[in-house]
């Protein structure tokens, strides 16, 4: 049974830096692709980054340059470090992967970022 948990969404100020981490069980990070996504209220979820099983990192638009996706495969651990927070990125961040064909989700991690 694959389970993702997402741990790290705590509320800064503009400007500032987080880093969440998603910890899975029941799935072989070594061969998995993993992602962020995040959801604002009312909006649509949308990627924020991937990562490979080899490495391989894309981001959307929106964060390149200020997110940085890394995985940690022997802690089965994957990150997302955020710099530069702005309120546009107040959002519930959640851990994806599709593995075997399923796509898998935790129950995602609250960022706020307000003065």
């Known amino acids: 049974q694959v389970r993702l948990v997402e741990s790290g969404g705590d509320s800064v100020q503009p400007g500032g830096s987080l880093r969440l981490s998603c910890a899975g069980s029941?799935?072989?990070?070594?061969?998995?692709?993993m992602a962020w996504y995040r959801q604002a209220p009312g909006k649509e979820r949308e990627l924020v980054a991937r990562?490979?099983?080899?490495?391989?990192?894309t981001y959307s638009d929106s964060v390149k340059g200020r997110f940085t996706i890394s995985r940690d495969n022997a802690r089965n651990t994957v990150f997302l470090q955020m710099r530069s927070l702005n309120p546009e990125d107040t959002a519930t961040y959640y851990c994806?992967?599709?593995?075997?064909?399923?796509?898998?989700w935790g129950k995602g991690t609250l960022v706020t970022v307000s003065p």
């Open positions: 994806n992967t599709l593995y075997y064909g399923n796509n898998f």
């Open positions: 029941g799935v072989n990070f070594k061969i998995a692709s």
């Open positions: 990562i490979g099983a080899g490495g391989d990192t």
